[in-house]
């Protein structure tokens, strides 16, 4: 080694020292926010003086590919307010890459387009608070952060932007009106993080330095931001969003001969009572322009969740939704205002009004209140509904809490004259005694719980113990609902184990319980290996050992093991293989390929099968890339092999074309029939400008033999104000593959809808 590299390599080493020591650090970096009184310009030239003035957030660290150095592509950061918008000038230095995003849509997918996003805790509890990002095109998404980690993009509100690229970087002015947003009076001390996706240079950046097992949105990592005097009050804090639509639609399938025309109006209103509490009213909301359901093959024995999107249920959404586990929760939004028929197909039921009282309460306590209610449906067997919620959640310690639920489901002036046919079976009932048949109504069910979340201030420890109890006219006993969880992660190590106990009389018809009468439980261990690679960001290998037993322990019904192995590598793309040995006992009958054939599964019956599965994830950068998985082995009596996932082309800026998929053929014993299951799902997402969008896609589930087409343009001529124009329509194929309808039609619709944003 000559003196020259015997140079180079102690330079090398005290700088890898002093950049390690440099870092910005959580809690302990802070940006002195400072007053403005000039207009600011949102073009993306600074050349306000305050933007010479203020301080810089920057020396950005590195997340991905490594997480042991300094960003390469720099980012700056200034802040300042006025007395009604936060303002961002953000500079993003990007080496004339080039950038890569999906589409000029707004509520962009994070990980797939290059941004610049902005984690915000105005409460200073690291466990509530609001996103807001945007990519190098002048894109927006916000979101609601819960949990101190997750990010809800569903949620939507007012706030304005601008970006100008130049040859080297691209500079984005943001400003956030403080209306938009909620925080505690009188609190000068907010935490903020900064988190840069360079997708390109497959590049992530925090400003708060993050190790990558962690996500930089958790509110942990995030330094200070230091106001020079109590945040502006918001004053009159009401936005009032009416709307007007026509419908032209024909439902063939009840033998409609004309088409039906109808007019409607209704209105939306958030109130802000508090900076800290909003008061979110509707009166018979619409919500024909949210995208329909994407549908899946079911091939389990239990109902599959769909996430609520309506924006009426989205903002503190976390207040009321997470009581329990994903299989146990106590509430679930969908069950208002969407029901299933008899043939289990999502059906509408109307929501003629309702208010939600969420937020803060003060630096400690959550308030969460909810009164809505339903209209008659006799097609469905419904009556009158009212559905009630009332949640608390209050801060202790550093991040934990504890919270209380209770949810009620009244129905009102039950018709008890109609004939038992035309209930919905969750309100009637037969009785037999003695040879006497009487018939019993349901007049309410209710749920009652508590539940405390651990949330260490490390984020090392992070934990989840419930308890929920039922109660309603047809279920006395056994009617408990109660888990437990924890977790715990270090760099190359995460444990984690999960208890759920659910008696046989539990009921929660406000909440998604797909199963009940159980005791369940899982134990995983995870092992993460950082190389010293320039080809492999790291690699995974985890085990799942899981067992449910019924609630006297006296049964094992179903157990499983698996390991996995993944690899993730620096060009984005991915690689993991999975292998599981599954058992499980029918405590009722069931048909596995329903609706083909009549033979089941008897009830007592029991089967244990090995399976493999690999998954692939292609360059995201790649303006071809593909998503998929190939799965095959036993499946009950017999094999199954499953091809799933997207095929995607983007014409970048513009838009995407993808097709989903998901392919199963399944060949069980004699006596069955086999089953060749198959569900496309070809989708145009056309973004002209980003004000102007177009989303066409059509879903062909031949296990149901229906075709789904959904057709949704989209003009945003105000902020958070549109016009749709909807299409959808079902029918029947002609042969295997026919997405033409013909003359089985089953439902035709066309909705125009008009919505506009006022601020009062």
């Not at 006025?82 to 080039?98: K, L, M, P």
């Not at 909003?278 to 769909?306: A, G, K, M, Y």
Request: proline letters at 4%.
């Amino acid at each position: 080694m000559n003196v020259r590299s015997i140079y180079l390599t102690i330079a090398f080493f005290f700088a890898s020292i002093i950049t390690s020591f440099a870092q910005n650090v959580a809690q302990e970096t802070v940006y002195n926010l400072q007053k403005t009184t000039e207009k600011i310009v949102l073009d993306g030239i600074l050349n306000e003086l305050i933007w010479q003035e203020t301080e810089v957030a920057t020396d950005f660290y590195m997340v991905i590919p490594d997480d042991n150095r300094s960003a390469e592509l720099e980012s700056e950061v200034r802040m300042t307010y006025d007395n009604e918008n936060f303002y961002f000038a953000i500079t993003c230095f990007d080496g004339q890459d080039g950038y890569v995003v999906q589409s000029l849509r707004r509520d962009w997918d994070w990980p797939l387009n290059e941004n610049f996003s902005i984690y915000i805790d105005p409460y200073n509890d690291f466990t509530n608070g609001f996103s807001f990002g945007i990519t190098p095109y002048g894109v927006q998404r916000e979101g609601t952060i819960d949990e101190g980690t997750n990010v809800n993009e569903d949620w939507d509100n007012k706030w304005s932007s601008n970006v100008k690229k130049y040859d080297d970087r691209w500079i984005a002015e943001i400003a956030i009106p403080f209306k938009s947003i909620r925080y505690a009076e009188g609190n000068r001390n907010w935490n903020i993080q900064f988190f840069r996706n360079h997708l390109k240079r497959n590049e992530r950046s925090s400003w708060i330095a993050v190790e990558q097992q962690y996500t930089p949105s958790a509110l942990t990592f995030s330094g200070k931001l230091l106001w020079p005097e109590d945040p502006p009050k918001t004053g009159s804090n009401i936005s009032f969003i009416p709307y007007v639509l026509g419908d032209l639609s024909r439902n063939y399938a009840a033998n409609e001969t004309n088409y039906s025309k109808k007019a409607n109006a209704g209105f939306d209103a958030k109130i802000g009572i508090t900076p800290g509490l909003n008061l979110d009213l509707t009166v018979n909301p619409d919500f024909s322009q949210v995208e329909v359901d994407r549908q899946v093959i079911n091939l389990s024995r239990f109902e599959v969740s769909f996430p609520e999107r309506r924006q009426f249920f989205l903002e503190n959404a976390d207040l009321f939704s997470k009581f329990g586990f994903p299989q146990s929760r106590a509430f679930f939004s969908r069950r208002i205002g969407i029901s299933t028929d008899t043939l289990g197909r999502t059906r509408q039921v109307p929501i003629v009004g309702g208010a939600r009282l969420s937020g803060k309460l003060n630096e400690k306590l959550r308030l969460g209140l909810l009164n809505m209610s339903t209209a008659e449906n006799n097609e469905l067997g419904i009556p009158f509904q009212n559905y009630s919620v009332l949640a608390l959640q209050q801060n202790i310690f550093s991040r934990s809490n504890v919270a209380f639920v209770f949810a009620n489901k009244q129905n009102i002036n039950i018709n008890k004259s109609r004939e038992f046919s035309s209930y919905n079976p969750t309100v009637a009932r037969r009785i037999v005694q003695n040879s006497d048949t009487t018939l019993e109504f349901k007049s309410y069910n209710r749920v009652v719980g508590l539940e405390y979340n651990l949330f260490s201030e490390d984020t090392r420890w992070a934990g989840d113990f419930y308890y929920q109890r039922s109660f309603d006219t047809w279920n006395d006993d056994n009617t408990y609902n109660h888990g437990a969880f924890l977790r715990y992660q270090e760099r190359n190590f995460s444990i984690r184990w999960v208890h759920t106990a659910i008696g046989d009389g539990f009921n929660a018809e406000m909440g998604f319980v797909p199963r009940v009468g159980y005791n369940q439980g899982s134990f995983s261990p995870k092992y993460i290996h950082y190389p010293k690679s320039d080809a492999i960001i790291n690699q995974e290998i985890s085990f799942d050992i899981s067992y449910t037993y019924n609630n006297d322990f006296s049964k094992n019904t179903d157990r499983s093991f698996s390991v996995d192995y993944g690899v993730s590598f620096t060009n984005t793309s991915s690689i993991s293989a999975q292998w599981s040995r599954t058992y499980q006992y029918m405590f009722f009958d069931f048909n596995p390929i329903a609706p083909i054939g009549n033979r089941i599964l008897p009830q007592g019956s029991d089967y244990n099968w090995n399976s493999m599965r690999l998954n692939y994830q292609s360059d995201r950068r790649k303006l071809l890339n593909i998503d998929g998985s190939l799965t095959y082995g036993g499946f009950y009596t017999g094999t199954r092999f499953n091809a799933g996932g997207q095929l995607a082309y983007r014409f970048q800026p513009y838009g995407s074309f993808a097709i989903t998929y998901d392919y199963n053929a399944i060949q069980l014993s004699e006596g069955f029939e086999n089953a060749n299951f198959y569900l496309l799902g070809p989708r145009l997402d056309f973004t002209m400008t980003d004000k102007v969008f177009f989303t066409g896609f059509a879903q062909y589930n031949n296990r149901f033999d229906n075709v789904n087409y959904n057709l949704r343009f989209q003009w945003r001529f105000a902020p958070v104000s549109d016009v749709f124009l909807v299409y959808t329509e079902n029918f029947a194929p002609g042969g295997p593959i026919d997405f033409v309808p013909g003359e089985d039609t089953k439902s035709r619709a066309i909705v125009l809808k008009l919505n506009y944003w006022f601020n009062l």
